[in-house]
């Protein structure tokens, strides 16, 4: 049995996606049961098992491990991610588990020295897991290209500039969260990944105003970018975010992405898939209803 903490999110659900399709058992894990139950009949084979777990709960933590073999990790940043996710990896243990796929942030962000909070939290788990008897993946991924659908999306749909506080010089080596989870899904059921870490990019490094010249000659209608600047949007976070924990991560977020920290391709999905990673004119296609507005988000 696998057990997919993160179900609902963008990359947990399509790694329920995948093991649906292999018609392999697991159990989607939400601290919503509705969700939970909508991720599993969102998929035709119903291979897998909703299940509601707080993680801040160790009762209901252990009653989701219960019986695996395998976890997929991934969640939110919070200020309390690397209690949660050490907890997690402690009764995982505890329950006999003897593979773990966890999912951090950008390669070139984690470290013990790390610029933003996020780096940090997920080197300290990182190190935590590497002094236990567990077989452990970690993935690496840049931004997804999935951040699209609230970034960018809006703005084409109504015909506004997409604004963003990426400098127009600003390369980004977007991935699409369905080979985020494809990488997932090899790792937690074969072998020859243990003790590894994955750089995981897209194949190639745009600028956000080649992305709009992209998205115009798909969608056959003007797409504008405008870069804000870096001030603006701390100004900004300041009425959309009242946790200045959130806003400080935001903020440094864009400035290491501005600075260059996901502006490089990575081979490694190419060498462990064997196939090229999906494009953003991939993606652009393949979400072009949600991109222009004409099917919800």
């Not at 960018?152 to 400098?167: D, E, K, N, T, Y």
């Not at 090899?186 to 745009?206: F, M, N």
């Not at 003007?222 to 870096?230: G, S, T």
Request: hydrophobic share 45%.
């Amino acid at each position: 049995m696998i057990c997919v903490f993160g179900a609902t999110g963008r990359i947990g659900r399509e790694v329920c996606n995948l093991l649906d399709q292999m018609q392999i058992s697991y159990r989607a894990v939400s601290r919503d049961m509705t969700r939970a139950k909508a991720i599993v009949n969102a998929f035709p084979n119903k291979a897998g098992v909703p299940m509601a777990a707080n993680m801040s709960e160790p009762g209901s933590v252990r009653a989701a491990l219960h019986g695996a073999s395998s976890v997929f990790l991934i969640t939110e940043f919070s200020e309390g991610q690397t209690r949660l996710q050490k907890l997690v990896v402690d009764i995982a243990l505890q329950s006999g588990v003897s593979r773990l796929v966890k999912v951090a942030t950008m390669h070139r962000l984690v470290g013990q020295h790390s610029p933003v909070g996020v780096g940090r939290s997920h080197w300290e788990v990182e190190e935590y897991i590497r002094s236990r008897k567990l077989a452990y993946t970690f993935l690496h991924p840049t931004y997804f290209m999935q951040n699209l659908l609230d970034q960018a999306a809006p703005a084409i749909a109504s015909g506004r500039p997409i604004l963003l506080p990426f400098a127009n010089s600003t390369r980004i080596a977007m991935i699409d969260c369905r080979d985020i989870a494809a990488v997932a899904v090899e790792a937690l059921i074969h072998d020859g990944h243990a003790q590894k870490t994955y750089e995981l990019t897209g194949p190639e490094a745009i600028t956000f105003s080649e992305l709009a010249q992209l998205a115009t000659q798909i969608y056959g209608k003007r797409v504008r970018y405008r870069a804000a600047p870096e001030w603006l949007a701390k100004i900004a976070l300041r009425f959309k975010k009242p946790n200045q924990w959130e806003r400080v991560h935001l903020s440094g977020m864009i400035h290491e992405v501005n600075a260059g920290c996901a502006n490089s391709v990575s081979p490694v999905f190419f060498k462990l898939m064997k196939r090229p990673a999906i494009s953003i004119s991939q993606f652009l296609v393949d979400y072009r209803l949600q991109m222009l507005g004409s099917a919800s988000r």
